[in-house]
């Protein structure tokens, strides 16, 4: 068939972006190929490892597995949004800190979790960390770390 | 992924006839967290998507006066897991959301999609036998009802036919005092094995008026262990708690696993007892909690 086409009006990172896109492209290919945003990593494809996790409205989706339509008036948050010029966000300076990544594939997914967790619980326990970053893998074997930086990112959510 | 035309319906009926219109090429589109990974993988072809999202009566949870709670087609499992009301009304499906898959499939995915979608490893089919939920399906020109026990025909096949729209699900309130036992038994997040078990106080408090044992992930469909439920109703609590392993055994022979990826007939089996076992114990044990 002849691919429909629809406008596409969302805010990126707060920038007031508008495409035309067919209904069948994914938010990650819209992020990564039409908007640059390469930030955001394909991994699994399946939604079982987090690498692609940004967040719609705050809540965080799989942009391997979601259509780009869906974020039509929406807030759309990824890594690329979150320091302030060269200042890092607390999350993503925890996480450098703290040793919470090492090849740093799984990096923004982890961050852009953490950015969910926290807006929603500022002050976790270890077993809510735990339970709410399942779905985040890491293969470099690095979860004490990434819980640690975790910690520490809510401690300095909270001071500033 | 190949091209396909998105259709938002308001309502139910709108949503039917634009699936027919699309002469038998067209699918129900809610969360899509399992929908777009067959059309990803090129394994379901699509002209239509019919998206549902947005039919309001399909994103409520409601509770009637019979205290039978309602919950829409289009309800995502993060809200099943946190909503106030689900949590005092129906506990255990609170409880058993907090560990569905991830947050962001949670996020998206809804609890009709997981129903029709039918996959042997869900819990939502296990809950469904577990607490009789009935199901509502609306076809272009009759909607009828489905008890939980005829809604899985096997893997990936439900009752809900070529162009029927699952509506909502119904979950009984449960009886005062009754508790539950659910175990999992997961490879990362994929359970390969569940067993849950509901115990209803009888007449007398002091003992087990009702018993109902589901177990699931471990073959095609969800299946009741009646024998096993016979077994334990009519029994005082502690009688109960003594013949857990009696109505494991029960729950194991009756059961019909399947070999896996995860495990052999055999071990599945082996699984399904064990589970069956824990849950009957950590149903006595919220009892003697005072928990559900």
């Given at each position: 068939?002849?691919?429909?086409?629809?406008?596409?009006?969302?805010?990126?990172?707060?920038?007031?972006?508008?495409?035309?896109?067919?209904?069948?492209?994914?938010?990650?290919?819209?992020?990564?190929?039409?908007?640059?945003?390469?930030g955001t990593k394909k991994s699994c494809d399946v939604e079982v490892c987090g690498a692609c996790t940004v967040l719609v409205?705050?809540?965080?989706?799989?942009?391997?597995?979601?259509?780009?339509?869906?974020?039509?008036?929406?807030?759309?948050?990824?890594?690329?949004?979150?320091?302030?010029?060269?200042?890092?966000?607390?999350?993503?300076?925890?996480?450098?800190?703290?040793?919470?990544?090492?090849?740093?594939?799984?990096?923004?997914?982890?961050?852009?979790?953490?950015?969910?967790?926290?807006?929603?619980?500022?002050?976790?326990?270890?077993?809510?960390?735990?339970?709410?970053?399942?779905?985040?893998?890491?293969r470099c074997t690095g979860y004490h770390a990434i819980v640690t930086s975790i910690q520490h990112a809510a401690r300095e959510t909270a001071r500033s | 992924m190949r091209p396909f035309e998105h259709v938002r319906c308001v309502s139910a009926a709108e949503a039917v006839r634009a699936w027919h219109d699309a002469g038998n090429e067209a699918a129900y589109y809610a969360g899509g967290t399992e929908l777009l990974l067959?059309?990803?993988?090129?394994?379901?072809?699509?002209?239509?998507?019919?998206?549902?999202?947005?039919?309001?009566?399909?994103?409520?949870?409601?509770?009637?006066?019979?205290?039978?709670?309602?919950?829409?087609?289009?309800?995502?499992?993060?809200?099943?897991?946190?909503?106030?009301?689900?949590?005092?009304?129906?506990?255990?499906?609170?409880?058993?959301?907090?560990?569905?898959?991830?947050?962001?499939?949670?996020?998206?995915?809804?609890?009709?999609?997981?129903?029709?979608?039918?996959?042997?490893?869900?819990?939502?089919?296990?809950?469904?036998?577990?607490?009789?939920?009935?199901?509502?399906?609306?076809?272009?020109?009759?909607?009828?009802?489905?008890?939980?026990?005829?809604?899985?025909?096997?893997?990936?096949?439900?009752?809900?036919e070529q162009g029927e729209l699952l509506l909502h699900i119904e979950f009984p309130a449960c009886r005062e005092g009754t508790r539950t036992g659910y175990q999992r038994f997961r490879h990362h997040e994929r359970p390969s094995c569940i067993a849950g078990v509901l115990l209803e106080p009888g007449e007398d408090p002091g003992n087990c008026g009702r018993a109902v044992v589901a177990i699931g992930a471990a073959g095609y469909v969800p299946q009741r262990s009646r024998s096993a439920e016979a077994a334990l109703s009519g029994r005082t609590w502690r009688e109960v708690a003594a013949g857990a392993a009696e109505a494991a055994a029960l729950t194991a022979a009756e059961s019909d696993p399947t070999e896996d990826l995860t495990g052999s007939v055999e071990y599945k089996r082996h699984l399904v007892e064990v589970l069956t076992r824990r849950a009957v114990l950590e149903a006595v044990g919220r009892m003697e909690e005072g928990q559900a």
């Amino acid at each position: 068939m002849k691919a429909p086409r629809l406008e596409l009006h969302m805010r990126v990172n707060g920038r007031a972006v508008a495409l035309e896109i067919e209904p069948r492209e994914l938010l990650i290919d819209v992020l990564r190929n039409r908007l640059g945003l390469t930030g955001t990593k394909k991994s699994c494809d399946v939604e079982v490892c987090g690498a692609c996790t940004v967040l719609v409205d705050g809540k965080t989706v799989s942009s391997c597995t979601y259509l780009a339509f869906e974020c039509e008036g929406r807030d759309v948050q990824t890594i690329e949004g979150l320091a302030d010029g060269e200042t890092l966000h607390p999350i993503q300076q925890a996480f450098v800190d703290h040793q919470g990544l090492q090849c740093g594939f799984c990096t923004p997914g982890m961050i852009m979790a953490t950015k969910a967790l926290l807006d929603e619980n500022p002050d976790p326990s270890v077993p809510e960390i735990k339970a709410y970053m399942r779905g985040n893998i890491c293969r470099c074997t690095g979860y004490h770390a990434i819980v640690t930086s975790i910690q520490h990112a809510a401690r300095e959510t909270a001071r500033s | 992924m190949r091209p396909f035309e998105h259709v938002r319906c308001v309502s139910a009926a709108e949503a039917v006839r634009a699936w027919h219109d699309a002469g038998n090429e067209a699918a129900y589109y809610a969360g899509g967290t399992e929908l777009l990974l067959l059309m990803k993988q090129g394994l379901s072809r699509y002209e239509r998507l019919v998206d549902i999202k947005h039919i309001a009566a399909l994103g409520e949870i409601a509770s009637t006066q019979q205290g039978v709670v309602r919950i829409g087609a289009a309800v995502t499992h993060r809200r099943l897991e946190l909503s106030p009301e689900l949590q005092r009304l129906a506990p255990l499906i609170s409880r058993v959301e907090r560990d569905v898959a991830n947050v962001r499939v949670r996020n998206v995915g809804t609890i009709g999609g997981n129903l029709c979608f039918a996959e042997p490893h869900s819990d939502i089919g296990v809950l469904s036998l577990l607490l009789e939920a009935t199901m509502t399906i609306q076809g272009l020109d009759q909607v009828r009802r489905v008890p939980a026990w005829e809604f899985f025909r096997g893997p990936y096949e439900s009752a809900v036919e070529q162009g029927e729209l699952l509506l909502h699900i119904e979950f009984p309130a449960c009886r005062e005092g009754t508790r539950t036992g659910y175990q999992r038994f997961r490879h990362h997040e994929r359970p390969s094995c569940i067993a849950g078990v509901l115990l209803e106080p009888g007449e007398d408090p002091g003992n087990c008026g009702r018993a109902v044992v589901a177990i699931g992930a471990a073959g095609y469909v969800p299946q009741r262990s009646r024998s096993a439920e016979a077994a334990l109703s009519g029994r005082t609590w502690r009688e109960v708690a003594a013949g857990a392993a009696e109505a494991a055994a029960l729950t194991a022979a009756e059961s019909d696993p399947t070999e896996d990826l995860t495990g052999s007939v055999e071990y599945k089996r082996h699984l399904v007892e064990v589970l069956t076992r824990r849950a009957v114990l950590e149903a006595v044990g919220r009892m003697e909690e005072g928990q559900a």
